[in-house]
């Protein structure tokens, strides 16, 4: 066993078993986003392989990085009128940090690479063709 002086660990009196460790310093959470993060930074994508714009890296750093701002981005744009939301979902991600972290994954995974884990709600896509077709 390697004693470092600046481990502190040494000097503490209780003695942790790594279950008990990883339960107090709450990594079974961390692990949890953890999981839904790594979805969006490690996908095969092709649409990754061809590099983000810029509108689409802010959404990236903004989800990611910044929640404040992308819950104020879900709350306070057109957000919930363009895609079906549960209220269910709804209320957790404007109450819950861990579920709004969830959510921007799916986010980013839907406006990034295009995945279905949102649904687009059928009058903006009724509205789209409209728009094509009197082009």
Known sequence: ????????????????????????????TYNEINKYWMEV???????????????????????????????????????LNLFVIEEETINKIRSDKIELLKFACQWLKFSLFGELTLEVKDEVIMAKKEKIVTR
């Open 41 to 79: 930074i490690t996908t095969h994508s092709p649409i990754r392989h061809q590099g983000l714009s810029d509108k689409k890296l802010q959404m990236f750093y903004m989800a990611g990085y910044n929640v404040d701002a992308f819950k104020e981005f879900i709350f306070s744009s057109n957000f």
């Open 1 to 28: 066993m390697v004693k470092e002086p600046h481990c502190l660990g040494f000097k503490e009196e209780r003695i942790w078993s790594v279950r008990e460790w990883l339960k107090d310093q709450e990594v079974d």
